[in-house]
């Protein structure tokens, strides 16, 4: 019986690109970006746990412009895929299929991801450090 | 009642019925999640830019001490399940999967008792 030659069902170089497919991916993405940043974080608690000097090391590391890009490019990547997740959670609900409804929700999660990162950075700007 | 073929149960190359849970795990870490790592976003973004004393203050405090303690072990979970996931579809090569799961699995597992270790060694006045 054979069953390694089945035809398969088309892949994606075959569709036009839509809002969908982009968010789906990019949940993916963002996930394993975040993944890696956790890296960071583990970095950022050893620093606190070692002492003031290799503190100081680590704020050098992340108030120089490298640092500060990929710190932005996490927040928005957190805010994406906690928006794009609560989504995922509404569908497991059985709610949220109907056509309009699934692009009004992907739309809202660009805009509610994106306003969020800009607020995160201008209140660490405007205010972190300074508690 | 089955629906496998006879030639698939010989082969033993069906589902391992562990799919569910899977799935359901994936989901609690994210509900879970979404409190711990808001919480923890806007501490970060407090203390950020803050000084040693004023950070290793925060982190020494049992709330923060435990809830980071929380955060760690379920986004580790969560991360896993979901770089399974991206792993077992993307890397078809029988070796290939099997070892970058394992060796997912020991980073995650390692990443997050050393982040433990540091919180507790800052908690109980390392």
């Known amino acids: 019986m054979e069953t390694d030659y089945r035809p398969l069902s088309p892949h994606i170089g075959i569709y036009r690109w839509q809002i969908t497919m982009i968010m789906s991916i990019l949940h993916r993405l963002t996930g394993v970006w975040l993944s890696l940043g956790t890296l960071v974080l583990i970095y950022w608690l050893i620093a606190i746990a070692a002492g003031p000097d290799t503190y100081a090391g680590a704020q050098m590391l992340f108030g120089g412009w490298i640092g500060q890009i990929l710190i932005w490019t996490w927040a928005f990547s957190f805010f994406y895929h906690l928006c794009n997740g609560i989504r995922h959670l509404f569908w ?8 309009r409804t699934f692009y009004i929700s992907g739309y809202s999660v660009w805009i509610i991801s994106t306003a969020l990162t800009v607020l995160a950075i201008l209140f660490v700007y405007l205010f972190g450090g300074h508690p | 009642m089955s629906f496998r073929t006879p030639l698939g149960r010989a082969r033993g190359l069906g589902t391992a019925r562990l799919g569910t849970g899977h799935w359901l795990a ?5 509900v879970a999640l979404v409190p711990l790592s808001l919480w923890f976003v806007m501490s970060v973004m407090i203390y950020m830019r803050a000084d040693y004393v004023t950070v290793s203050i925060w982190l020494h405090s049992s709330v923060v001490s435990v809830l980071l303690v929380l955060l760690l072990g379920t986004l580790y979970y969560h991360a896993y399940l979901g770089l399974q996931m991206v792993i077992e579809d993307y890397v078809h090569d029988e070796w290939l999967k099997v070892s970058s799961l394992m060796l997912t699995k020991f980073i995650c597992v390692l990443l997050a008792a050393t982040g433990i270790f540091a919180i507790l060694r800052v908690a109980f006045g390392g």
């Open chain 1, 92 to 99: 497991d609900a059985g709610q949220g299929f109907e056509i």
């Open chain 2, 26 to 30: 994936q989901r609690i870490t994210a």
